[in-house]
């Protein structure tokens, strides 16, 4: 059993700032990636954001040089820095992580997701 605990989004002006956390624990050998996911209103659910084992980060294009993700390994943590908020950055937010457990298996897990909505 793998547990994803998020925390850190509500309500956020545009133009300023969020910082959304994801707690993972449970049965879980080695994290290979950890991620942000969003749905907005009446959209389907679009990739914000990921971070490889080894630190590297990519981000969707909509969000470049104002979200950072980034995590803390000790505590199998995962962030995601929101700056400029944008009224379009409203949704959703989903953490995953892709890991590898005690059996060997390779595994995904998701979050509950966590609301953030932003006002113009």
């Known amino acids: 059993q793998v547990q994803l605990v998020e925390s850190g989004g509500g309500l956020g002006q545009a133009g300023g700032s969020l910082r959304l956390s994801c707690a993972a624990s449970?049965?879980?050998?080695?994290?290979?990636?950890m991620g942000w996911y969003r749905q907005a209103p009446g959209k389907q659910r679009e990739w914000v954001a990921a971070?490889?084992?080894?630190?590297?980060?990519n981000h969707v294009d909509s969000v470049k040089g104002r979200f950072t993700i980034s995590r803390d390994n000790a505590k199998n943590t995962v962030y995601l820095q929101m700056n400029s908020l944008k009224p379009e950055d409203t949704g959703v937010y989903y953490c995953?992580?892709?890991?590898?457990?005690?059996?060997?298996?390779?595994?995904?897990?998701w979050g509950q997701g966590t609301q953030v909505t932003v006002s113009s």
């Open positions: 449970g049965s879980i050998f080695r994290i290979n990636a």
């Open positions: 971070i490889s084992s080894g630190g590297s980060t």
């Open positions: 995953y992580l892709d890991f590898v457990d005690y059996s060997g298996r390779y595994e995904s897990s």
